[in-house]
């Protein structure tokens, strides 16, 4: 079977749109998706997930070849030698066994880079089985973009997709069907379909039951007070829905993901701030409210939507 084809020449034209200079990053796949390649045999890469394992695949295309054997280029400034190969056959007409040296006046090649390096099998604490790269850092050096760039191409020549994760194994950003390209439904979320929908996102992010039940449950309160449904989180808040409340004038950012919390904006705080992720929210006091995922949280919650509603 034939390896993808699909490659990427600079991986610094995505990335630095959702990493800053020097923030680590890993570049992975959730193993259920892994598991669909009909490359594994081809590859030898286990189809069963082992915790803490990693495996180098085979040298099988034109990357894979690269990551173990070695990536060549012309020297430079340009230079020539010559080089000597013996060449020795049967020639088919006659049967005759024909050797000579041929002589071949060849551009002279560098080794430019050899990493070597595997795929690691590791559960994150969305209890996410995931297949991803060492820690990797988001640098415009040649020494970081030509790497990454390099391991990118692997996930590519063999899964034709990848996912890049934050130095906690977050999802960072999601390519192609991931949640930056879905549509969320439009409209509030107290009809029946909207919320059917986010229900069906949320199972796509997170597999564990316990936390879907969560995520639903959570869903479920915020249905009471009739939000409409804005769109996906801004950057740094990955899996986080916005919901608008326009009689309260605020913004509520409530995630798929159990252990987190639902931050709270004013409407205006949150249109005019540029929000670059949790941190930077956190350190310049941007939000109005944060409610934790705990047991407390549908009780605090349902308390600050009643004083919103009674000023109003």
């Known amino acids: 079977m034939k ?56 040298a099988k295309g034109s990357v894979t070849r690269a990551n173990v054997k070695g990536k060549y280029g012309r020297k430079q400034p340009e230079e020539k030698e010559t080089i000597t190969r013996h060449i020795d056959f049967v020639r088919r007409k006659d049967g005759v066994r024909v050797e000579y040296d041929r002589q071949y006046y060849v551009y002279k090649k560098v080794l430019l880079h050899h990493y070597n390096i595997g795929f690691n099998f590791i559960t994150n604490k969305h209890n996410q089985k995931l297949i991803v790269s060492d820690e990797l850092t988001f640098s415009n050096t040649d020494k970081h973009r030509i790497k990454n760039t390099h391991i990118v191409n692997m996930f590519c020549e063999i899964f034709n997709d990848f996912e890049v994760y934050d130095e906690k194994l977050n999802p960072a950003i999601h390519f192609n069907t991931k949640f930056d390209n879905i549509i969320l439904p439009s409209g509030t979320l107290d009809d029946n379909d909207s919320l059917k929908d986010l229900i069906e996102i949320g199972s796509r992010f997170t597999k564990n039951e316990d936390d879907n039940n969560a995520y639903q449950k959570r869903l479920e309160v915020l249905k009471e007070f009739k939000p409409d449904i804005r769109g996906k989180g801004p950057n740094g808040f990955f899996g986080y829905i916005v919901f608008g409340f326009t009689k309260y004038d605020i913004v509520l950012l409530e995630t798929m993901y159990a252990g987190n919390a639902t931050y709270v904006f004013t409407t205006k705080n949150f249109e005019n701030q540029v929000i670059q992720d949790k941190q930077t929210v956190l350190n310049n006091k941007l939000h109005l409210k944060r409610f934790f995922h705990d047991d407390n949280w549908e009780n605090k919650l349902k308390e600050f939507m009643k004083k919103m509603e009674n000023k109003n």
């Not at 990335?15 to 030898?44: A, I, M, T, W």
Request: glycine fraction near 4%; avoid cysteine; aromatic fraction near 14%.
């Open 3 to 58: 390896s993808f084809r699909k490659r990427i020449r600079n991986i610094n034209k995505h990335l630095h749109f959702y990493l800053k200079e020097g923030e680590k990053f890993r570049v992975g796949l959730l193993f259920e998706d892994y598991s669909k390649s009909h490359l594994l045999n081809k590859y030898n890469l286990p189809k069963t997930f082992i915790d803490n394992s990693s495996k180098t695949p085979l």
